[in-house]
Structures are given as C-alpha cells and as structure tokens.
C-alpha cells in the first residue's frame, strides 16, 4: 500500500525534520486556499495586517496537530485501516464526515454560550464580512480545541486510510467556500430536498451575520434539530 509506506518512510526521520515537513505541509495548503479565493472573488481575498499574526498562529497551531496525529500513529495508538474494501471506505467516510460535524457543531456552539470560550471566538467573528483568510483568523485555543476534536474521533476510532484523506480534502473545501463572500452554490440547491441538507457558503455567511444560528459546518440538520437554524 503506496500511503502506508509512505507514513513508514515518515517514520524514519526525527521530529525536527516532521516539524519542518508538516509546517510546509500546511503553509501550502494555506496558499492553496488563498489561490481559490482569489481565483473565485480576487477583490475580496486581502489580508489585513491585523490578521497577520492570527494566520501565522493558527499555522503553527495545525502544524502541532498534524505532528502529534503523527506520533500517535508511530506510537501506535491512533490506528489506520490500509484496506482496499469499498464498502469499508463508504461507511466509514459517511461516520467520519457525520461525526466530526456533530462535534464540531456541539464545540461551535459552545463557543457561543460558554462567556470564556465566546471571548475567544470573538476573534473569528471580527470578520463580519468573510473571505478565505478568515478562515485562518482564529485564536490558538479554538485552533487546537477542533484539531483534538479531531484526534480525538480518529483515535477512538478506525477508520479507513482513503476515508481520512477524502474527510481532510472535504473540510479544507468547505473551510474554504464557506468562508467566500459570494455564494457559489446554485439556486437549486436550497430547494432540492437532498441537497438542502448540506450546508453552502450563504449558510455560514449568515452565521457570521447572526452568531446565534447557524453553528453546522457541512449539514444544516443539527441546527434544524436544535432549532438554530436561520
């Protein structure tokens, strides 16, 4: 298996070399958000300088976390599933998706109701009007809070190698178009009734324009059942 190999070959190089790895790892994928931004709504991907020193940190903070995802794999406490089964892929890339946005969901809204974690959060919302870069404005405890989330889950739980690539591919995507300023899904999409469920780019817009609804991330159905959806 080409991925698992390529986690030993990993394995072989000390932590200072991962450091290094793992933090250009995710300043690319910084600049490839920024990229789409640009691509999608050029006028509107600016960085403040304000913001400079946030999307540094929360960086370094994604940094951390992929290093110690990492060493819980090499420890051989997080375990991968390396199977070529498709069903095995399926189920899990569904449980992995439902999941992570029903803890995400439970961690946001919690940000909003808990006075100490809001005054975190507070450096989020700064961005009324979103772009790509307010994605990375976050403040490191909120950064490190999702990224256990998400240890977490993957640790108490195996799941399927191609089912972990495809969940971290889908939140960078939705990360990113649900922080644009323009809505990029179509008109159907709200009226269709499986596509209705999922959450677009004006859903999270409007959750920074009204911070007590909202709080899904890739479904509108938690906030529907918790009845804080717009």
């Excluded at 450091?19 to 006028?43: D, K, Q, W």
């Excluded at 989020?124 to 950064?143: C, D, F, G, K, Q």
Aim: proline fraction near 1%; include cysteine.
């Amino acid at each position: 298996m080409i991925f698992e190999s390529w986690l030993q070959q990993l394995s072989q190089f000390n932590l200072g070399y991962l450091a290094l790895f793992f933090l250009i790892e995710n300043l690319v994928l910084i600049y490839i958000s920024v990229l789409i931004g640009r691509i999608i709504e050029p006028e509107n991907t600016v960085l403040k300088e304000s913001d400079r020193k946030w999307v540094f940190s929360t960086l370094i903070c994604n940094t951390f976390i992929t290093i110690s995802g990492f060493e819980l794999y090499r420890l051989v406490i997080l375990k991968i599933d390396f199977s070529a089964s498709i069903v095995s892929f399926l189920f899990d890339t569904l449980l992995l998706i439902i999941l992570m946005d029903f803890l995400m969901f439970c961690f946001h809204f919690l940000t909003h109701r808990i006075k100490w974690l809001n005054s975190i959060h507070r450096l989020h919302h700064t961005h009324v009007e979103t772009n790509v870069y307010s994605l990375y404005v976050l403040h490191p405890i909120e950064t490190l809070g999702f990224g256990f989330i998400w240890l977490f889950l993957i640790t108490i739980l195996r799941f399927n190698y191609l089912s972990i690539i495809i969940y971290l591919i889908l939140n960078l995507s939705y990360g990113i178009f649900g922080h644009l300023k323009k809505d990029i899904f179509p008109d159907f999409w709200y009226r269709n009734y499986f596509t209705k469920w999922i959450s677009t780019t004006k859903f999270h817009n409007n959750h920074h324009k009204n911070e007590s609804r909202n709080y899904g991330f890739y479904f509108t159905i938690w906030d529907k059942i918790f009845k804080t959806i717009i």
